[in-house]
């Protein structure tokens, strides 16, 4: 999905993070009601402490993400707000760097990425990432800079994978 924009810099919504209870349960609601495969993979991710379902609708990543432990990221966030629901989205740009200058020359400033503990644009799985500490009615923004094919292959060497 291209997003029609007065800012080049946004390639598209890279993808949606829900924050729910159960990403078990949820994914049976998206299952039933949206096609969604049921043999959808669960993926936990220890260092973060998440649960999260992953699946494409419309040529968009959704992740429904679950907390493992309670005071987690989403746990927290939930407790907050009182209800699930759409915790940020990821917009791809084309350079991440761009992205949060014109974002803090509007007053933005970066979030700590509760996974990595890093403020500001930082080397993540797909590619660079940045969170703003600045939300837009309750939904988080986080940049990615999604890499290339050499910095993916150099990122996995640095990971060992």
């Not at 990221?73 to 990821?90: M, P, S, V, Y």
């Not at 080397?123 to 290339?148: K, R, S």
Request: proline residues 4%; glycine residues 8%.
């Amino acid at each position: 999905m291209t997003i029609k924009s007065d800012n080049p810099n946004i390639k598209s919504i890279k993808h949606m993070a829900f924050a729910v209870r159960d990403a078990k349960t949820a994914l049976g609601a998206y299952s039933k009601f949206l096609h969604v495969p049921t043999d959808t993979q669960l993926i936990d991710y220890p260092k973060s402490k998440n649960r999260v379902a992953l699946f494409n609708l419309g040529g968009i990543e959704y992740q429904l993400c679950q907390s493992l432990e309670e005071g987690g990221r989403f746990d927290a966030w939930i407790k907050e707000r009182g209800a699930e629901g759409l915790h940020h989205i990821c917009y791809e740009v084309e350079n991440i760097e761009q992205a949060l200058d014109h974002a803090k020359s509007q007053g933005a400033q970066t979030r700590i990425c509760q996974a990595c503990g890093v403020h500001g644009s930082h080397p993540h799985p797909e590619g660079y990432v940045a969170f703003l500490d600045n939300d837009a009615g309750g939904i988080e923004i986080e940049f990615m800079q999604v890499y290339t094919p050499e910095e993916l292959e150099k990122y996995n060497e640095y990971k060992g994978i």
